[in-house]
């Protein structure tokens, strides 16, 4: 029975490189790909940069949803009450 060596330091630097990047399999459509790669287009930056975007987006929803019923409860609260430093503001 063969065991996996524990990653080390050296091992994990080859796998990630210095730019903290994996290499991954992807599946693309082969007319697209062979479109974006006569027109030069980088392949890998492309897909960082939009799946960077995606998750951003994605995360950011997550949070509205998550924290919906305070946001709520607030807007109510300040509909009903007006802000809570409103006699003080000056514009």
């Known amino acids: 029975m063969e065991m996996a060596m524990p990653a080390t330091r050296s091992t994990q630097r080859m ?12 599946s ?14 980088n392949i890998s930056q492309v897909c960082d940069t939009y799946l960077r975007e ?4 994605e995360q950011a ?8 019923e305070f946001i709520a409860a607030y ?10 430093l409103e006699a003080w503001r000056s514009f």
């Open 28 to 41: 693309l459509s082969s007319d697209v790909l062979d479109a974006a790669k006569q027109l030069d287009i």
């Open 75 to 84: 807007n109510a609260t300040v509909e009903a009450e007006g802000l809570p």
């Open 54 to 57: 995606l998750v951003r987006r």
């Open 15 to 26: 796998r990630t490189g210095s730019s903290g990047k994996r290499a991954i399999n992807l």
């Open 61 to 68: 929803r997550k949070w509205r949803e998550d924290h919906a």
